[in-house]
């Protein structure tokens, strides 16, 4: 099993940078692929980016490529999501998970961290 804890949230004016990061607990989470979901009020969760166990095969959704990078670090269990040129429509809480294969959809994911919220300001 692995435990994951999101962080890095904040609130962030449009056109701003963060990155947020999750801390996975477990021995076997180089074994993981992991992956960022988003939830905005009122809609349902959607993909982000997802990484591979090795850290050498990235996805990005549509409305994120080119603007956000996902990484990990297996040394140190964690996994990152660089985001740049933030617009107010990323405004969500941000969820990291854990999974056996590196995939698109929620129930790819096996183990999910609490969630950080996001908030850009227009």
């Known amino acids: 099993q692995v435990h994951v804890v999101e962080s890095g949230g904040r609130l962030v004016q449009t056109g701003g940078s963060l990155r947020l990061s999750c801390a996975a607990s477990?021995?076997?989470?180089?074994?993981?692929?992991m992956g960022w979901f988003r939830q905005a009020p009122g809609k349902e969760r959607e993909f982000v980016a997802s990484v591979s166990w090795s850290g050498g095969s990235t996805h990005y959704a549509d409305s994120v490529k080119g603007r956000f990078a996902i990484s990990r670090d297996n040394a140190r269990s964690t996994v990152y999501l660089q985001m740049n040129s933030l617009k107010p429509e990323d405004t969500a809480v941000y969820y990291c998970a854990a999974g056996g294969s590196i995939g698109f959809m929620v129930h790819d994911y096996a183990y999910w961290g609490q969630g950080t919220q996001v908030t850009v300001s227009s």
């Open positions: 477990g021995r076997t989470f180089s074994r993981y692929a």
